[in-house]
């Protein structure tokens, strides 16, 4: 996806120097006048389409060549392909992965999973209800009461406050009770050879799985199970994720996603923090629009407009709400009709971990609700 980021030409300020015809040639010994002062020309004002810069990401995900992923290739040759791939780019033992993807298996449901999810099929008044319910916020108080003197421990050493990652946890798993009835390697397997849309990024993964097996020996790639898409643990991290981002969060020399909270609270924070959250910036902003306001649909979720720029459009911060330098727009369906939101710099980190902005919005509603404070 592209975006127009304009920039401000620079000013050219001419200089008018007014020389009269007939003024006297002082004398040889007179010294020469001393010319006028030249006053600095104003800064000027920034265009009324400037757009601000984008939150500053890691490195984009290594993805699989097209010798992998191309279907016009038999796929007995990407297999081939993509054992010489992996052992190459992570140094992983080619016997080893062979002998590993001949026990993988092909699961037409997770084909059928991934090509409808929850985020594509429902409107904003629907698939609200599935995380902001009174199960789900009474499971995510007591989670934090159970949890807090960890989770307050992470979040003061990183800024993100625990409430959100709570809420990624109760998104994501309910709190570790539902984490995914798949193998990883049956789902990394079936979408990197049988989902050519997709198949670079998933091949992707499925070499970094490998990698992150050899990384972290206590993990057996026959035996993790997880979602459809690949993701494990309480905090759902794909393998890339994993090895880039999780941390070993109370010493003891590994970094265990699967159960062990101090790394996955840890993980979760240092994922906010490495795709740029703001330590005590907003997250969203509930938002009014103008009688007459045409509509507007921002390219992505980036936020990239000033406030003045979406005002200029008919779009405002509603009286006591947050504000921020800049936003992106939201347009919901919600029970009583169409919702509008400024999200933040905060809000397009939450959307790193899934890119849908009703998921976002989710874990900030439900984090909320949560709370600090909290009790159950």
């Known amino acids: 996806m592209t975006r127009r980021a304009f920039r401000l030409s620079a000013v050219l300020v001419p200089l008018a120097l007014a020389a009269c015809a007939t003024q006297a040639t002082p004398p040889p010994s007179a010294p020469a006048p001393t010319p006028a002062p030249v006053e600095p020309a104003a800064p000027a004002p920034p265009a009324a389409d400037a757009l601000l810069p984008k939150v500053p990401q890691p490195p984009e995900r290594p993805v699989a060549p097209p010798s992998v992923t191309d279907p016009a290739i038999p796929q007995a040759q990407r297999i081939d392909a993509f054992v010489d791939y992996t052992a190459q780019t992570y140094g992983v033992d ?47 108080k007591a989670f934090y009461a159970e ?10 050493e990183t800024g993100v406050p625990a409430r959100y990652i709570v809420a990624i946890i ?3 798993t309910s709190y570790g009770r539902i984490t995914g009835n798949y193998r990883v390697l049956d789902a990394l397997y079936t979408l990197a050879f049988s989902h050519p849309r997709r198949a670079p990024f998933f091949a992707g993964e499925l070499a970094q799985l490998f990698a992150l097996a050899k990384e972290e020996p206590q993990l057996d790639i026959l035996a993790l199970k997880g979602s459809y898409a690949g993701a494990m643990g309480m905090g759902q991290f794909m393998p890339s994720s994993y090895r880039n981002w999780a941390k070993d969060g109370d010493g003891d020399g590994r970094r265990d996603l699967l159960d062990h909270k101090p790394d996955v609270f840890a993980s979760i ?17 509930r938002a009014t629009r103008d009688a007459g306001a045409a509509d507007f649909a921002p390219d992505g979720l980036d936020p990239v407009y000033p406030l003045a720029m979406l005002a200029a459009k008919g779009y405002h911060p509603q009286d006591g709400q947050p504000t921020a330098d800049g936003a992106t727009l939201l347009s919901l369906d919600g029970d009583a009709g169409k919702e509008y939101w400024l999200g933040y710099r905060n809000f397009y980190v939450i959307s790193r971990y899934n890119h849908s902005p009703m998921y976002s919005l989710a874990v900030h509603q439900l984090a909320q609700a949560i709370g600090d404070s909290s009790t159950p």
């Not at 924070?269 to 902003?285: D, E, I, T």
């Open 94 to 140: 080619p016997a080893k992965i062979r002998a590993t993807l001949a026990q993988a298996e092909y699961k037409q449901s997770i084909i059928d999973a991934i090509t409808r999810p929850a985020e594509k099929v429902r409107p904003w008044r629907d698939y609200r209800p599935i995380f902001m319910n009174d199960a789900r916020i009474s499971g995510g």
């Open 269 to 285: 924070a240092n994922y906010f923090v490495v795709h740029g959250w703001q330590r005590g910036g907003p997250v969203v902003a």
């Open 170 to 172: 109760g998104v994501e």
């Open 147 to 156: 949890n807090r003197a960890a989770l307050d421990r992470v979040a003061a």
